[in-house]
T-cell receptor
């Protein structure tokens, strides 16, 4: 069982919809991440939050908007997505961002854009 | 050159076999190294961190060669449940750098263990 919880597990939305993906961890980790993973490809980093502040944005289009309300929660707000945005979205957390800090992944939200 | 490069695979081995995966990374300043496994349509799960002195966890042994920028994973006595994609993962960040905390994933190597 993963200690990083993501909801929803599956999401189908139209290109004009607004939806949010949610991620929660209660391990006391201070760094949280969003990744996008297409089929048969490795995860690609989107955003890194460290101590609730955005520290890395990997040039992600503005139709993806991250939010970190507190140290346990991470949201990804979606608006006006494109069909090519269909993918598995993974949240991860780690104790910090430095040194030998492995990241622990949630089981993802499988997103389909119609 | 890719930042993290793995054996292309796929590997198809019988139960009980020993199998080795190799990985090279391009950034000599890389800080930390991991092997993750990912089952089909599941999330990546940490298999083990890789330390400079090499480390072992049961049937799994990881090695790091910083001079050659090379990481390996050895699986002994393969089980059917070892079938998965194995991801070589490198943290290339350095203290104060903008890429601190960024993991870079290899393309993954698919392992199938058959009866």
């Amino acid at each position: 069982d993963t200690e990083v919880t993501q909801t929803p597990k599956h999401l189908v939305m139209g290109m004009t919809n607004k939806k949010s993906l949610k991620c929660e961890q209660h391990m006391g980790h201070r760094a949280m991440y969003w990744y996008k993973q297409k089929a048969k490809k490795p995860p690609e980093l989107m955003f890194v939050y460290s101590y609730e502040k955005l520290s890395i944005n990997e040039s992600v289009p503005s139709r993806f908007s991250p939010e970190c309300p507190n140290s346990s929660l991470l949201n990804l707000h979606l608006h006006a997505l494109q069909p090519e945005d269909s993918a598995l979205y993974l949240c991860a957390s780690s104790q910090g961002t430095g040194g030998n800090q492995p990241q622990h992944f949630g089981d993802g939200t499988r997103l389909s854009i119609l | 050159r890719k930042e993290v490069e793995q054996d292309p695979g796929p590997f198809n081995v019988p139960e009980g076999a020993t199998v080795a995966f190799n990985c090279t990374y391009s950034n000599s300043a890389s800080q930390s190294f991991f092997w993750y496994r990912q089952d089909c349509r599941k999330e990546p799960k940490l298999l083990m961190s890789v330390y400079s002195s090499g480390n072992e966890d049961g049937r799994f042994t990881a090695q790091l060669n910083r001079a050659s920028q090379y990481i390996s994973l050895l699986i002994r006595d393969s089980k059917l449940s070892d079938s998965a994609t194995y991801l070589c993962v490198v943290n290339m960040g350095s203290a104060g750098g903008t890429s601190y905390g960024k993991l870079t994933f290899g393309q993954g190597t698919i392992l199938t263990v058959h009866p």
